[in-house]
C-alpha cells in the first residue's frame, strides 16, 4: 500500500497562526484571583447545594477508558473512578442528537423534539429542535441559584445559520447557560470546527481575541474554557457545567505530542487488543466471564492485510485524541482543586454512544499531500462554514481515503468498524443501534461529600433521563408543573448505597429498538424480529430467548408499543421511507 504523510504528518498543523500573547499571564491572574476568592468563599451555598459538572464525551465504546478496561491512558477518569463510583450498566440513546437532547431534558428524547437528528421531519417527536415542552438542566436549576456553563458540542437545534434573533431560541445562551464556548452543530474539524461560538455570536478561532493558544486544537479549547468558567464563577453561588467534548468523533484529528505516545501501541491487531481489554474488564470486575464472550472477529476487515498501517494509525491517532480529552479533564479537576470546590462538586462522566462503525472517509484511496500549498490561504476572521473543511487554513486540500495517514489537519477519516468493535468490547453492535455496543457507556461519579464507600462499582440498570433528575435532587430544587414530567429517577440513592424503584428503561432509534426490564432485556433492528436476552448471564446478547420465553416477549414488546404510544415514537418507514434497512451501515 501506499502511506502517505507521516513523516510530515504536521506540517501543515505547524504552518498555523501562531498566537501566544498573554496567555501566561491572563491564567496566572485568574489562578491567584480564583485561589483568594475560593478562600474567602469556601462556605458551602445557601442550602448545602453542591457544584454540578456533567462531561460527556462524543462516540466512544464502552471499555475505552482505561478504568473500563481500555489501554488508552486516562488517569484522571481512573482517579476519579478510583475515589467514587464507576456504574456499569449506565445507558446513553445511541447517537449523538438524541442523547444530548435527553440529558438534557430529562426526558426520552422523542419527547424532547429530537427522535432522530437535526432534519425537521414534520412530527411532533422529530422536529430536530430541542421543544418548548421541555427545560435543560440549566433551565432548572436557574430558579435555585446555579449560574450554568457550557463548554463544546451542543447539537440540539438545526439552526446554524441565524438570520434573527428568533433563530437562536435554542441555544445554550436561549436555554439557560450564562456562559457558552463551543459548537452548534456535531461533528467538525478538531483544528477548526464550524459553527463555533462564543455566547452568541459566531466566531473563528483563528481571529477570537479572547483565546489566543499557541495552536489551536478544539478538545484543548474546550478545556481551557471549562477552566476558565470555574476560576471567573462567584463562588457565593453554586454552578452546573456542561462539558461537551467532541472526542473522539470522526474526523481522527491529534497533536502530534499526544499522538507520538501511542506510536506502536496497536501493532498487534484488533484481535489481540480486543482480548487484552476484555481480559482487563474480568480482572477489574466490569464484566463476568459467564455473562459476556468475545466472538471472532470477520475476516474482511482484513487485519494486517494491505491497509494495516493506516488503520493502525486511525487507531493511534483515535487514543490519543482520548488522551487529550483526559488532560484536559485534569485541568478541570485542578481548577476545581484550586479554587476548593472540588469536594463540593458532583461530576459525572459518561459517553454520548457507542464506537462509531461509520466508513467516513475510509471508501475511497487517498492521495499524497502536495509539496506546497495548491489553494490560497484562508483569512484568520473567515467563518469556516462546513463539517468537513474543503482546505486548510494554509492552502491544503482535506484528504480522505485509505492510505491518507490521519491525524493532521488536512485529513478527515473515522476509525471504523474494526476498531468500533474493539471500543465496544465485549459487546454487539455500534452506535445508531440499541444493542448493548450502541447504548452502553461508563457513568463516572465522584462527589466526595455526597457519596458512600467510594472505589465501588454500581450495576443498577439507569439512564440519560436520570441526570435532570438527579440534578434537580441535589439542588434542592422544584422541576417545574408546567413541562412534560421527568421521566428519569434520582441516582441519589444509588450514590447512598441504597436502591432505586423497579422500572422499565426504552429505545428507539432509526426502527432500533429495545426495553429493559429488570434482568431482561428485549432488543430488535430496524424490520426485524425481537430478540429476549437475560443481561445477566448474556450481556454479550448471543443467546436469543424470545422463542423459549414467548409470554415474557409478548408483554414485554406490548410495554414498548405502549412507551412509543405515549413518548411520541412512529415508525421509522413513516419519518425515513426510503431507508428499508439499516444493515447496509454495517
Ligand atoms: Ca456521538
Redesign the pocket.
Known amino acids: 500500500m501506499t502511506v502517505y504523510g507521516r513523516a510530515d504528518s504536521m506540517m501543515c498543523q505547524s504552518r498555523l497562526p501562531n498566537h501566544c500573547r498573554g496567555t501566561f499571564l491572563r491564567v496566572s491572574a485568574c489562578l491567584i484571583i480564583g485561589l483568594v476568592v475560593g478562600y474567602i468563599a469556601q462556605s458551602v451555598h445557601a442550602e448545602g447545594q453542591p457544584n454540578i459538572l456533567v462531561i460527556l464525551s462524543?462516540?466512544m465504546g464502552y471499555s475505552d477508558v482505561g478504568c473500563y478496561g481500555g489501554e488508552i491512558e486516562t488517569p484522571t477518569l481512573d482517579r476519579l473512578a478510583h475515589n467514587g463510583i464507576r456504574f456499569t450498566q449506565f445507558y446513553n440513546t445511541g447517537?449523538?442528537c438524541p442523547?444530548r437532547a435527553s440529558l438534557l431534558s430529562g426526558l426520552y428524547p422523542h419527547q424532547a423534539g429530537i427522535g432522530h437528528m437535526m432534519n425537521d421531519r414534520g412530527f411532533p417527536g422529530y422536529r430536530g429542535e430541542f421543544g418548548n415542552n421541555c427545560y435543560t438542566i440549566a433551565e432548572a436549576l436557574q430558579p435555585a441559584g446555579y449560574k450554568n456553563y457550557m463548554a463544546g458540542k451542543w447539537h440540539i437545534t438545526h439552526r446554524l445559520s441565524p438570520q434573527q434573533d428568533d433563530d437562536k431560541k435554542n441555544w445554550p445562551i436561549q436555554r439557560g447557560f450564562d456562559r457558552f464556548y463551543g459548537t452548534i452543530h456535531g461533528a467538525g474539524s478538531f483544528f477548526d470546527p464550524n459553527t463555533l461560538v462564543r455566547d452568541n455570536t459566531l466566531i473563528s478561532p483563528y481571529a477570537d481575541p479572547s483565546y489566543k493558544p499557541d495552536s489551536y486544537y478544539y478538545t484543548d479549547a474546550i478545556s481551557d474554557h471549562a477552566v476558565r468558567f470555574i476560576h471567573e464563577h462567584d463562588q457565593t453561588k453554586p454552578f452546573f457545567m456542561y462539558v461537551a467534548f467532541t472526542a473522539a468523533?470522526w474526523p481522527m484529528h491529534a497533536k502530534e505530542k499526544d499522538l507520538s505516545k501511542y506510536e506502536g501501541r496497536y501493532k498487534d491487531g484488533y484481535s489481540s487488543v480486543r482480548e487484552n481489554r476484555y481480559q482487563k474488564m474480568l480482572q477489574h470486575g466490569l464484566v463476568t466471564k459467564s455473562s459476556t464472550t468475545l466472538w471472532p472477529l470477520e475476516e474482511r476487515w482484513g487485519e494486517h492485510g494491505e491497509y494495516w498501517p493506516w488503520d493502525e494509525r486511525n487507531m493511534e491517532v483515535y487514543a490519543a485524541m482520548i488522551d487529550s480529552m483526559d488532560q484536559g479533564i485534569g485541568k478541570i479537576v485542578q481548577a476545581l482543586e484550586t479554587t476548593n470546590q472540588f469536594n463540593n462538586t458532583l461530576f459525572c462522566y459518561m459517553q454520548?454512544?457507542g464506537g462509531c462503525a461509520e466508513g467516513m472517509g475510509r471508501r475511497s484511496i487517498g492521495k499524497p499531500r502536495a509539496l506546497t500549498p495548491p489553494l490560497p490561504p484562508m483569512k484568520a476572521d473567515t467563518l469556516q462554514v462546513d463539517m468537513i473543511p474543503k482546505q486548510t487554513r494554509d492552502g491544503y486540500p482535506v484528504r480522505q481515503g485509505k492510505g491518507v495517514l490521519a491525524g493532521p489537519p488536512d485529513t478527515y477519516i473515522g476509525y471504523g468498524q474494526a476498531w468500533a468493535t474493539v471500543s465496544n468490547t465485549p459487546f454487539r453492535k455500534y452506535?445508531h443501534w440499541v444493542h448493548e455496543g450502541g447504548i452502553s457507556t461508563p457513568l463516572i461519579v465522584h462527589w466526595p461529600e455526597g457519596i458512600v464507600d467510594p472505589g465501588r462499582m454500581e450495576g443498577t440498570p439507569s439512564h440519560l433521563i436520570d441526570i435532570m433528575a438527579t440534578a434537580v435532587d441535589v439542588a434542592d430544587t422544584n422541576y417545574p408543573t408546567n413541562k412534560t414530567p421527568l421521566e428519569g429517577l434520582s441516582l441519589q440513592p444509588l450514590f447512598q448505597k441504597k436502591t432505586l424503584p423497579n422500572r422499565k428503561i426504552y429505545w428507539e432509534h432509526e426502527g432500533n429498538r429495545a426495553i429493559r426490564d429488570g434482568k431482561w432485556k428485549l432488543v430488535s433492528e430496524f424490520n426485524r424480529p425481537w430478540e429476549l436476552y437475560d443481561i445477566s448471564s448474556d450481556r454479550s446478547e448471543q443467546h436469543d430467548l424470545s422463542k423459549e420465553q414467548a409470554n415474557r416477549t409478548k408483554s414485554m414488546a406490548e410495554a414498548w408499543d405502549a412507551y412509543a404510544a405515549r413518548a411520541q415514537v412512529i415508525s421509522w418507514e413513516k419519518i425515513s421511507p426510503k431507508k428499508k434497512s439499516n444493515a447496509k451501515k454495517k
Open positions: 462524543d462516540d447517537r449523538c442523547t468523533h454520548d454512544n452506535k
